[in-house]
């Protein structure tokens, strides 16, 4: 049997030695209708909070399971957030990989009882803070990119679904170039400089997809409840939808704009992207 496991909690898993324990719930009945097998849903964790989720795909065969796991990831990440909070009223996300948009799930083989992957994130020491460089970047912001710290602020909050921050950052860019006028798009000078970024964008193109297409499918599905209406053909092949895909060089783009920007000339702040790729 294959499963995936959903870790809300790796220090929990961790600390436990990947020894899961006893299930606070088992679900059986739901299947995949077009792969044809059954789908177990386990649940561990305290009575005040979820911690692990194994979903069980009942195939001996790995290329099923992933398929079922690349068809099914996004809803079934969204309807664990969204049941937890209308359960407890409180902010809750499933893991994700450290300076990564990656979820922290993991696809295995064995029995249901079977140990979780134990996942160590490394994460740096904190560095001794730049109190100077705070400083300094905290009184930058003049008039003229008040609306750009605006849409930055939630760009790089972490704490924020994918989608707000991707339609953030495309607003902050969209205020950028053509104000508070519509048809970013079509915008001459935006086009200049989205093919600045035709090189890190060519690998995520579909055939006949220019670089332009892409941002504005990844805007519709920021803008549409991230509902990613491919085929299951294509998100068999490609799990990750057109904002993961883009986001990383969305931030670029934003960086980029931010540090060339009119008002900044001579600043000794640089911004940086922060995510890295995967």
């Known amino acids: 049997m294959w499963f995936a496991d959903i870790y809300c909690d790796h220090t929990w898993v961790s600390k436990r030695n990947g020894v899961l324990g006893e299930k606070r719930l088992a679900l059986s009945g739901p299947r995949s209708i077009s792969l044809g097998i059954a789908v177990d849903f386990h649940f561990f964790g305290d009575d005040d909070s979820v911690r692990h989720v194994r979903v069980l795909m009942h195939t001996d065969d790995q290329q099923l399971a992933q398929t079922c796991l690349n068809l099914n990831l996004q809803t079934w990440v969204a309807a664990l957030e969204v049941a937890v ?3 407890t009223g409180r902010p809750f996300q499933i893991e994700r990989l450290p300076g990564s948009l990656m979820f922290a799930i ?7 009882d079977s140990p979780a992957c134990v996942m160590n994130f490394e ?4 560095s001794t803070l730049n109190y100077e460089k705070i400083a300094l970047a905290m009184v930058i912001w003049n008039g003229d990119v008040t609306h750009h710290l605006f849409y930055l602020r939630r760009f790089i909050d972490e704490s924020l679904p994918l989608d707000v921050r991707w339609l953030n950052g495309y607003r902050m860019l969209e205020w950028h170039f053509v104000g508070k006028k519509a048809g970013l798009a079509k915008s001459p000078s935006w086009r200049s400089f989205v093919e600045r970024f035709d090189d890190l964008f060519k690998p995520l193109l579909r055939s006949n997809q220019s670089s332009y297409g892409l941002i504005e499918e990844a805007r519709a599905l920021a803008a549409h409840a991230g509902a990613d209406e491919r085929s299951d053909a294509e998100r068999q092949r490609e799990p990750q939808n057109a904002m993961e895909k883009t986001f990383q060089v969305l931030e670029q783009m934003i960086m980029t ?3 060339e920007h ?6 000794p702040i640089r911004f940086q992207d922060r995510i890295r790729s995967d």
């Not at 993991?106 to 249901?112: A, R, T, V």
């Not at 994460?123 to 904190?126: I, K, M, T, Y």
């Open 85 to 87: 909070m209308m359960e």
């Open 106 to 112: 993991w696809l295995s083989q064995g029995s249901e």
């Open 123 to 126: 994460r740096g020491r904190p």
């Open 257 to 259: 704009v931010l540090n």
């Open 262 to 267: 009119l008002a900044r000339v001579g600043s």
